[in-house]
Nanobody, 122 residues
Framework: QVQLVESGGGLVQAGGSLRLSCAAS?????SCWFRQAPGKEREFVAAINWSGGSIQYADSVKGRFTISRDNAKNTVYLQMNSLKPEDTAVYYC??????????????????WGQGTQVTVSS
């Protein structure tokens, strides 16, 4: 059983930046970030495979967010730039020890973190 711990959330003004981290207790293959805003369904944000050679982004964050990973530290990052109020949500890290693709589907990931709040003020 792999445990995931997110950190790096907080309050930032529109146009600002935050860097989220997701530390895993063991090795995983693909990892991703999802987010859920109040009253809305959970939505895909970004995914990365183990080598970092396959990456996917939601259209809403392309060009602003960057997902990366450090396998030596079992940690995945989400660099968020040019933040907008509509990016406000709880951000969840997820990972899989079986899926090798950078999947956009939540069902592909067995392990989920507890979430970290990101609030962007206008």
């Amino acid at each position: 059983q792999v445990q995931l711990v997110e950190s790096g959330g907080g309050l930032v003004q529109a146009g600002g930046s935050l860097r989220l981290s997701c530390a895993a207790s063991g090795r995983t293959f693909s990892s991703c970030w999802f987010r859920q805003a109040p009253g809305k369904e959970r939505e895909f944000v970004a995914a990365i495979n183990w080598s970092g050679g396959s990456i996917q982004y939601a259209d809403s964050v392309k060009g602003r967010f960057t997902i990366s990973r450090d396998n030596a530290k079992n940690t995945v990052y989400l660099q968020m730039n040019s933040l907008k109020p509509e990016d406000t949500a709880v951000y969840y890290c997820a990972a899989s020890s079986t899926t090798t693709l950078a999947s956009t589907q939540a069902a592909r990931y067995e392990y989920w973190g507890q979430g970290t709040q990101v609030t962007v003020s206008s």
